[in-house]
């Protein structure tokens, strides 16, 4: 590039440095996608196996009951997972639910 170009010379100039950043573009482009299909081929994978959602992905999360009560929040933890800053093991007997929630009957 030539550092006493006009304006208008660097403007044609970025034209057409585009122009041909969009041609590579393409090119490479097409030559990742051949790569891609050779790869399913190879290994002879299936719509599916590249799109749809698998089963174990769709699990649903499971409620447990509270064993577990924060007495200065109120707040619970059903003893699974990681333990929440207010729990303290060695006294976990302070933060224990002593009674369990039943379900609320439908029934009016």
Same mark, same amino acid.
């Given at each position: ?8 010379? !660097? !403007?044609?100039?970025?034209?057409? !440095? =585009?122009?041909?950043?969009?041609? #590579?573009?393409? =090119? ?7 790569? *891609? /299909? =050779? ?8 719509? /599916?196996? !590249?799109? =749809?959602?698998?089963?174990? /992905? ?7 009951? @509270?064993?577990?009560?924060? @007495? #200065? ?6 003893? %699974?997972? %990681?333990? @929440?800053?207010?729990?303290? #093991?060695?006294?976990?007997? *302070? ?7 039943? @379900? ?5």
């Amino acid at each position: 590039m030539d550092s006493m170009a006009t304006y208008q010379e !660097l !403007l044609v100039q970025k034209n057409e !440095l =585009e122009q041909r950043i969009a041609e #590579k573009r393409e =090119e490479e482009i097409l030559l990742v996608i051949a790569g *891609i /299909r =050779e790869q399913i081929a190879a290994y002879g994978f299936t719509f /599916r196996d !590249l799109f =749809e959602r698998h089963e174990a /992905r769709d699990v649903t999360r499971v409620w447990h009951a @509270p064993r577990y009560r924060d @007495p #200065k929040s109120g707040e619970t933890w059903s003893g %699974r997972g %990681r333990p @929440p800053a207010w729990f303290d #093991k060695r006294t976990r007997d *302070i933060f224990a639910v002593s009674e369990q929630r039943q @379900p609320v009957s439908r029934d009016v």
